[in-house]
């Protein structure tokens, strides 16, 4: 595959007229504050569904006594059927369209999220989280996708990044409320707190489903809400844009090694992501905090430290027109925070705040890293490309927490899981490092 196949005569971008730079700038501007809240909101609701398991955990391992290995691949098994359908779930959304599709997706893994209340056994434990995978199976891949369409690759980093802050105000909103639920409606109805977890936080992703429906269009260039003017504009911009694009055909993914470096990379910094997100509760509870409230409380922290660096980052890379580098920095942000948590561990503070640096550095990786592929990925490919890496990618959603937690029956602590995700991440950190600068950062 040749995946520099298309540049433009000299190095040089498709030029836009000045008198036009200023309407550009707030038709998209306009197009951003139109779609942005609906995925977002999305988002949410899919990231508090996936991970609210964590706290549940905190009741449910000595009420059906799960041990820590049942928990682990319990919670990772949501990945393998996530897996399995991710790359037909985005070959179905070039077939349908982004708005049919993303609203089977919210609509399906609420349903599903909701009668995980209901198990009772480790055999019930796990098929309820792999449905749960196989009814969120190709979200992201289409949010990317679809980012991907409707905005150019100068504004790329960071519209993806203010979408993927709500990874980040998902643990900021769901770790509190989470924690909340399982407290004060514990015993409500005779049913205990874990299962009003699974209960009550489905219910907004029905809500979702509907702005899904209502508020997206399958393609911004033909929207109701833009003039035939701004129609014609978002066209010219758009096409421009995949001119400079490598035009790859699909068939010849695999045999690249820089989209087998993309996957790789996403593997690694997945590992991480989920190894932490899975454990927090029962890092922070080991810190010497009993209160569920408190533990969900002390577990956002780190949610909000990560919105702030996320969008930070997310503007700095657009503007120095540099995405590698921001990379690197921000898995080197995880390594470091994930060694202080262990080093600190005997003061809540300093540990928490070690949790804040490397949540922060791993939440803001994704936004950045696809930034770096939907550069380098044509028109043909960029569906398939995307969801191949995110398929591949998201298989460290399953290994992260079942790793995680057999290293810590085994060992007995955190420790040793801990630099587990350590070194994912160096090695994440390195294999960056040796992107060709001149095919990501364009």
């Known amino acids: 595959m040749d995946i520099d196949a298309i540049r433009p005569s000299g190095g040089a971008e498709p030029a836009i007229p000045p008198h036009d730079a200023v309407t550009e700038d707030a038709v998209f501007r306009r197009l951003a504050l139109r779609i942005l809240p609906i995925l977002m909101f999305a988002y949410i609701t899919s990231y508090i569904d996936r991970v609210n398991v964590s706290f549940a955990k905190l009741q449910m391992a000595q009420q059906l006594g799960f041990s820590d290995a049942v928990f682990g691949f319990g919670a990772g098994i949501f990945f393998l059927g996530y897996v399995v359908f991710e790359v037909p779930s985005n070959m179905i959304l070039q077939r349908v369209g982004a708005r049919r599709w993303i609203t089977?997706?919210?609509?399906?893994?609420?349903?599903?999220?909701?009668?995980?209340?209901?198990?009772?056994?480790p055999m019930q434990f796990y098929v309820m989280r792999c449905l749960l995978g196989v009814a969120e199976a190709g979200?992201?891949?289409?949010?990317?996708?679809?980012?991907?369409?409707?905005?150019?690759?100068?504004?790329?980093?960071?519209?993806?990044?203010?979408?993927?802050?709500?990874l980040a105000l998902a643990g900021l909103i769901g770790s509190p409320l989470t924690g909340a639920i399982m407290q004060y409606f514990d015993g409500a109805m005779q049913l205990p707190g874990w299962k009003w977890i699974f209960i009550l936080e489905a219910l907004p992703a029905f809500l979702a489903a509907v702005y899904t429906w209502r508020g997206l269009d399958d393609d911004v260039t033909r929207s109701p809400h833009?003039?035939?003017?701004?129609?014609?504009?978002?066209t010219r911009v758009l096409a421009e844009d995949r001119a400079v694009t490598a035009e790859a055909n699909h068939k010849g993914l695999l045999s690249s090694w820089l989209v087998w470096a993309f996957c790789l990379i996403y593997f690694l910094d997945v590992f991480g992501i989920y190894g932490y997100t899975f454990w927090a509760p029962t890092m922070i509870r080991s810190m010497g905090i009993k209160s569920d409230l408190v533990i969900g409380l002390l577990a956002a922290l780190p949610n909000a430290v990560a919105v702030v660096v996320m969008v930070l980052f997310?503007?700095?890379?657009?503007?120095?027109?540099?995405?590698?580098?921001?990379?690197?920095?921000?898995?080197?942000?995880?390594?470091v925070g994930l060694s202080l948590s262990v080093l600190w561990h005997d003061n809540l503070w300093l540990g928490v705040l070690a949790l804040c640096i490397a949540n922060a550095g791993m939440l803001s990786f994704p936004p950045l890293f696809w930034s770096m592929p939907t550069a380098v990925l044509g028109t043909a490919a960029a569906a398939i490309g995307i969801a191949w890496i995110s398929a591949f990618g998201n298989l460290a959603g399953f290994f992260g927490p079942y790793v995680v937690g057999y290293l810590k029956q085994s060992s007995g602590g955190m420790t040793l899981p801990i630099f587990s995700m350590v070194g994912c991440l160096v090695a994440g950190l390195v294999l960056t490092l040796m992107l060709p600068k001149r095919l990501v950062n364009r």
Do not use: C, K
């Open 104 to 121: 089977r997706i919210v609509l399906t893994w609420g349903i599903v999220s909701g009668l995980t209340a209901f198990v009772s056994t």
């Open 139 to 166: 979200f992201i891949p289409a949010i990317v996708y679809y980012i991907g369409q409707s905005f150019p690759r100068h504004r790329r980093a960071r519209i993806l990044s203010l979408f993927y802050a709500a």
């Open 226 to 234: 833009f003039s035939i003017n701004e129609q014609a504009l978002l």
């Open 314 to 335: 997310g503007r700095s890379a657009d503007r120095r027109g540099e995405r590698r580098l921001h990379v690197a920095a921000l898995l080197l942000m995880g390594a």
